[in-house]
């Protein structure tokens, strides 16, 4: 899929793959549970790879390239959610509706292309790029529709960047993101 803009495309490694006998080097047990909190707040009992999830609701297995754009269109958030602003080191999150408590996500994630030669499975013995792959996760807090403030830890890796979301739960629905 071509960049765009107005889409940020998270790359979360899972480890359910390493009993094949090769380890994905970026996967990370807490990345495994968030794809099965998306599971369990959807009423799934199963997930998959290459998995996408749409603004944390809208799911389509992504080796078919027009069911992705097709889903992507149909999952468009809007602009429903609150703002996030950046403020030197701190976020601030205005107020607005929130139907339940949300979590303020932080997001560390790597932008450059990573090839991945891979050791075993159904695709052994392919190189695959990797995009945006996840290097952080961390929850800042709770978001109940007040305005809020988060600091924002700092990091020493230059190459990576940061993104807000502002999840319903923790495997619910995005209802605000931001690159910072």
Not at 55 to 70: F, I, K, M, P, W
Not at 83 to 97: D, F, S, T
Request: no cysteine; hydrophobic share 35%.
């Amino acid at each position: 899929m071509p960049a765009r803009p107005d889409l940020l495309p998270l790359n979360f490694g899972v480890t359910y793959w390493d009993r094949l006998g090769w380890k994905d080097k970026f996967a990370h047990p807490d990345y495994t549970e968030r794809q099965w909190d998306y599971a369990r707040s959807g009423k799934r009992h199963n997930v998959a790879t290459p998995q996408f999830i749409i603004n944390g609701h809208g799911v389509v297995t992504g080796s078919d390239a027009r069911q992705l754009a097709q889903r992507i269109r149909a999952e468009k958030r809007g602009e429903t959610g609150p703002m996030i602003m950046v403020e030197g080191k701190r976020l601030h999150i205005a107020a607005g509706r929130a139907a339940t408590p949300a979590t303020v996500w932080l997001v560390r994630y790597d932008p450059r292309v990573r090839n991945v030669n891979i050791g075993r499975g159904e695709n052994a013995g392919r190189i695959l790029p990797h995009r945006n792959v996840v290097t952080g996760l961390r929850s800042l807090g709770t978001w109940k529709g007040e305005a809020a403030v988060f600091d924002q830890p700092a990091y020493r890796d230059a190459n990576e960047r940061s993104a807000i979301l502002i999840q319903q739960g923790t495997g619910g629905r995005i209802i605000s993101a931001r690159r910072i």
